[in-house]
């Protein structure tokens, strides 16, 4: 019989570094992008940064030293991003929520050539930020 594996020694960890980096991400966010729009030039539409988008970014889903750079250029970045695709609402999904849609952008993240996926929630009332990603996949 395999005996079961115990650990010996845990580590310990504090989340004051990972909380303070959210924090700093929702500070920023509030004060350089909030009740801003842009208007994308590949489809010509309104985007609004919202309080939604700020939460989803800080605290929505899991954050990164690469998406986190990108906040100081995301305006413009969204600007010259082009659209890729449309993604339907889910069942959970607010009833003012038609769907979202999807743009891909490339970024220069110390000195590499990053592309950048956003998503913007096409809403009933207008246009606004979702959420954004740095591809993990290598460009050439």
Known sequence: MIEKYKQIIIPKVKTGSIANNRKSVAKYYTNNLQGKTIVNDHLGISIKFTALGKAELAYGRALHIKKTAVLEVLPSLLKV??????????????????????????????????CVRISVRLLKTGDTYYNHEVNIIKIG
Do not use: C
Not at 86 to 95: H, Q
């Open 81 to 114: 991003a082009k659209y890729n695709n449309f993604g339907i609402r889910k069942e959970n999904d607010p009833k003012e929520l038609l769907g979202y849609l999807n743009f891909k952008a490339f970024v220069y993240i110390n000195d590499k050539k990053e």
